[in-house]
């Protein structure tokens, strides 16, 4: 039986040899997976760090083309209230002038009619 017993534990350690490579073969992809998911998480941080300052510059781009688009539109605005308030001015200094002709030539009465503002802007200049 000596034979028996050598063979038949010579089966169970070769059993026990194959469960515990399957064990370990087991434990190494699933080791693997684990290896695989961060270094994937990690390309993935280190993309999106890569990116960020390009995104910023980008931003930073477009931010001052906004400001610059903005910054000249006001410019224009500034001219145009400038030249409407120069022409308000040239109104009022050419009113005033046919009212003083009128009063010199004795038309009477004086326009009654002139604007309340107008009047204003003749008195005060502002």
């Known amino acids: ?29 699933r080791a693997t997976k684990a290896a695989a998911r961060m270094t994937a998480e990690a390309t993935r941080a280190t993309a999106q760090a890569a990116t960020e300052p390009a995104q910023r510059q980008a931003d930073l781009t477009a931010f001052k083309e906004i400001r610059d688009e903005m910054k000249a539109k006001i410019e224009r605005q500034n001219e145009r209230i400038d030249k409407l308030g120069g022409l308000v001015l040239a109104y009022s200094w050419t009113v005033e002038k046919l009212i003083n002709r009128m009063r010199d030539r004795g038309v009477h009465p004086e326009p009654q009619d002139i604007h309340e503002r107008v009047r204003e802007h003749m008195r005060t200049g502002a």
């Open 1 to 29: 039986m000596t034979g028996g017993w050598g063979v038949a534990a010579a089966i169970i350690g070769s059993l026990l040899g194959a469960v515990a490579l399957l064990g370990a073969g087991m434990f190494a992809a």
